[in-house]
């Protein structure tokens, strides 16, 4: 088993036959070796110590094994697979091994032939229980932990998983949340499919879309009244909305209410929801310099939610947020989808160049440097600029629907976010807009003025980035003449999207932050099927690190084929 593990490992090593990416060689065990023991068999050490009996290893896995009450566990360590073993011999069922890294399980593999054990057990990867709610479904799944001792000594990370094993809660029922849209504005879609993503992850979930009250909310402003007048009738407007959600949370009692930006509800309503016992949350899916509002309402939530990295995150805990956390937007796997324009389509959306949003002043000033490229601007207002000729139409708002109709039919969408206060690129890049996750989920090839939280959302082979006019010139000129680059840039900031980027992704966030691991793990065991804590499910986390085969993936995925040898 040795020398074929290292031929095997050696040649996955220098190439991958699946994906031909290239990675560093060196099967080296890092601070592992073989041994044997006093009765002949193969034992692992560690750092000179060895993880299982050095004189009868067999003899004492059984020991261990007799003492575990429990008919299904997980084991911690691996070793030499004797403790393993030992508990399919009294029939114990062994749910998962639990290892913190790969080279263990090199060492393991160098030292016996483990085949038999790695066709029926999954191995779990450490690093992907360290989100509480993962520890939580985890556990679900497992009676108890069966520590492998000169493993665990060895292992900081696994001592941790033994030691708070006993305090890991149990998952509890799904939680009821209830979503809490605006009256108006760009924030009431994504209430919209958060809301949908609740209910998919399994939250029991209840929307109050409060759109319906946006055109008395646009009528008020269209009164012949003193401004003063007209402000007091919208925050009365507002106030009955607010007055809605207590109601139906005193109705429904749910364990969490999700507020989303320019949602009616005020500091009254917020601490009587509180006072029923309903947890608070607010994502403010907005430009905290745009709408400074979020300094009035952050104390009043007990979970902030932000779009915009540091300094921002402090600043909103320094306005008084007992908690604040950074969470991007994202796109809805079931909206923002590609598709396939008809022959009418294409006459009406097909373009090389497009740009689809609101006339900001910088959009505006970049957009009149490319003049040359003819770009189509789809967006309310555009028929009132300077920039009127290359808006569509009379410059109306667009609907979800079209907009993913002008992705398609662009072969460059241009992503420009916005700025009012400059003529030149946004000098506050802190957040990423809803469009850069939008364009990806349709497979559309985007520009995108340089972010700074773009490059831990999408790697440089998935979303082209530009700092200037100029450097957004010569983007054009390459990528309209090669079609072929557009297309797996955009293939591959897709599969990313639908990876890390939909707001089921996003709703399970909001889930651990605001209301605890063991009620969001209620809802996810909710939709999980056989659960997802498995060796391909560590490979898949692997490969996505990173577009260079890691070490880590290799070794994974060798496990992989030695699992499925028959």
Request: proline fraction near 6%; include cysteine; hydrophobic fraction near 45%.
């Given at each position: 088993?040795?020398?074929?593990?290292?031929?095997?490992?050696?040649?996955?090593?220098?190439?991958?036959?699946?994906?031909?990416?290239?990675?560093?060689?060196?099967?080296?065990?890092?601070?592992?070796?073989?041994?044997?023991?006093?009765?002949?068999?193969?034992?692992?050490?560690?750092?000179?110590?060895?993880?299982?009996?050095?004189?009868?290893?067999?003899?004492?896995?059984?020991?261990?094994?007799?003492?575990?009450?429990?008919?299904?566990?997980?084991?911690?360590?691996?070793?030499?697979?004797?403790?393993?073993?030992?508990?399919?011999?009294?029939?114990?069922?062994?749910?998962?091994?639990?290892?913190?890294?790969?080279?263990?399980?090199?060492?393991?593999?160098?030292?016996?032939?483990?085949?038999?054990?790695?066709?029926?057990?999954?191995?779990?990867?450490?690093?992907?229980?360290?989100?509480?709610?993962?520890?939580?479904?985890?556990?679900?799944?497992?009676?108890?932990?069966?520590?492998?001792?000169?493993?665990?000594?060895?292992?900081?990370?696994?001592?941790?998983?033994?030691?708070?094993?006993?305090?890991?809660?149990?998952?509890?029922?799904?939680?009821?949340?209830?979503?809490?849209?605006?009256?108006?504005?760009?924030?009431?879609?994504?209430?919209?499919?958060?809301?949908?993503?609740?209910?998919?992850?399994?939250?029991?979930?209840?929307?109050?879309?409060?759109?319906?009250?946006?055109?008395?909310?646009?009528?008020?402003?269209?009164?012949?009244?003193?401004?003063?007048?007209?402000?007091?009738?919208?925050?009365?407007?507002?106030?009955?909305?607010?007055?809605?959600?207590?109601?139906?949370?005193?109705?429904?009692?749910?364990?969490?209410?999700l507020a989303l930006a320019q949602a009616p509800l005020s500091e009254p309503s917020l601490r009587r929801l509180r006072e029923m016992g309903s947890r608070t949350a607010f994502w403010f899916v907005e430009n905290g310099r745009v709408?400074?509002?979020?300094?009035?309402?952050?104390?009043?939530?007990?979970?902030?939610?932000?779009?915009?990295?540091?300094?921002?995150?402090?600043?909103?805990?320094?306005?008084?947020?007992?908690?604040?956390?950074?969470?991007?937007?994202?796109?809805?796997?079931?909206?923002?989808?590609?598709?396939?324009?008809?022959?009418?389509?294409?006459?009406?959306?097909?373009?090389?160049?497009?740009?689809?949003?609101?006339?900001?002043?910088?959009?505006?000033?970049?957009?009149?440097?490319?003049?040359?490229?003819?770009?189509?601007?789809?967006?309310?207002?555009?028929?009132?600029?300077?920039?009127?000729?290359?808006?569509?139409?009379?410059?109306?708002?667009?609907?979800?629907?079209?907009?993913?109709?002008?992705?398609?039919?662009?072969?460059?969408?241009?992503?420009?976010?916005?700025?009012?206060?400059?003529?030149?690129?946004?000098?506050?890049?802190?957040?990423?807009?809803?469009?850069?996750?939008?364009?990806?989920?349709?497979?559309?090839?985007?520009?995108?003025?340089?972010?700074?939280?773009?490059?831990?959302?999408?790697?440089?082979?998935?979303?082209?980035?530009?700092?200037?006019?100029?450097?957004?010139?010569?983007?054009?000129?390459?990528?309209?003449?090669?079609?072929?680059?557009?297309?797996?840039?955009?293939?591959?900031?897709?599969?990313?999207?639908?990876?890390?980027?939909?707001?089921?992704?996003?709703?399970?966030?909001?889930?651990?932050?605001?209301?605890g691991p063991d009620f969001a793990a209620g809802a996810i065991l909710r939709t999980r099927r056989g659960g997802d804590d498995t060796l391909d499910a560590a490979i898949d986390h692997a490969g996505q690190a990173s577009p260079e085969?890691?070490?880590?993936?290799?070794?994974?995925?060798?496990?992989?084929?030695?699992?499925?040898?028959?």
């Open positions: 088993m040795t020398d074929l593990f290292r031929d095997n490992l050696a040649a996955l090593l220098e190439r991958s036959p699946e994906t031909g990416r290239r990675v560093e060689a060196s099967p080296v065990l890092r601070g592992f070796g073989i041994a044997s023991s006093a009765d002949g068999g193969a034992i692992v050490e560690q750092g000179g110590h060895p993880l299982e009996s050095r004189r009868a290893p067999v003899e004492a896995a059984r020991r261990q094994a007799a003492a575990v009450p429990f008919p299904r566990v997980a084991v911690a360590g691996i070793g030499a697979g004797y403790l393993v073993e030992a508990l399919f011999e009294r029939g114990v069922e062994v749910a998962a091994i639990v290892e913190d890294g790969t080279d263990a399980l090199v060492a393991a593999m160098s030292a016996r032939d483990l085949r038999a054990i790695l066709r029926q057990v999954p191995v779990v990867l450490l690093d992907t229980l360290g989100d509480a709610t993962e520890r939580v479904l985890f556990k679900s799944r497992v009676s108890d932990l069966a520590p492998l001792g000169g493993r665990v000594a060895g292992s900081a990370g696994l001592g941790a998983l033994v030691t708070s094993w006993p305090r890991i809660p149990p998952p509890t029922r799904p939680p009821r949340v209830l979503v809490v849209g605006p009256i108006y504005g760009g924030s009431l879609e994504t209430s919209r499919s958060t809301a949908r993503a609740m209910t998919a992850i399994g939250a029991d979930t209840s929307f109050l879309d409060f759109a319906p009250f946006g055109e008395g909310w646009r009528a008020i402003e269209q009164f012949e009244l003193p401004t003063e007048g007209r402000r007091s009738l919208q925050a009365s407007l507002a106030e009955m909305l607010g007055e809605t959600v207590v109601r139906r949370a005193e109705a429904w009692k749910p364990d969490l209410v709408l400074p509002y979020w300094k009035d309402v952050a104390r009043s939530y007990d979970v902030f939610f932000a779009i915009q990295v540091q300094p921002f995150i402090d600043q909103v805990k320094a306005a008084g947020a007992a908690r604040a956390v950074y969470l991007p937007t994202a796109c809805d796997r079931e909206r923002h989808v590609p598709v396939v324009l008809t022959p009418e389509e294409r006459s009406r959306y097909e373009t090389d160049v497009s740009f689809a949003g609101a006339p900001y002043l910088n959009r505006r000033r970049l957009l009149g440097t490319l003049a040359d490229w003819s770009p189509r601007i789809w967006g309310e207002g555009w028929d009132q600029t300077e920039l009127a000729s290359m808006a569509v139409g009379t410059g109306h708002r667009f609907s979800l629907d079209e907009m993913v109709r002008v992705f398609a039919g662009s072969r460059v969408n241009l992503n420009i976010h916005s700025a009012a206060h400059t003529e030149g690129l946004d000098p506050d890049p802190d957040y990423l807009n809803p469009r850069t996750f939008e364009l990806a989920a349709c497979a559309a090839f985007q520009l995108v003025d340089a972010r700074q939280p773009l490059r831990d959302a999408f790697a440089e082979t998935e979303v082209v980035s530009f700092r200037s006019v100029s450097e957004l010139r010569e983007c054009l000129s390459h990528y309209l003449a090669h079609p072929e680059e557009r297309q797996a840039f955009a293939r591959r900031a897709r599969a990313r999207a639908l990876a890390a980027h939909t707001f089921e992704h996003r709703a399970r966030e909001i889930l651990r932050e605001a209301v085969m890691t070490r880590d993936e290799a070794l994974l995925r060798l496990l992989g084929a030695v699992r499925s040898t028959k």
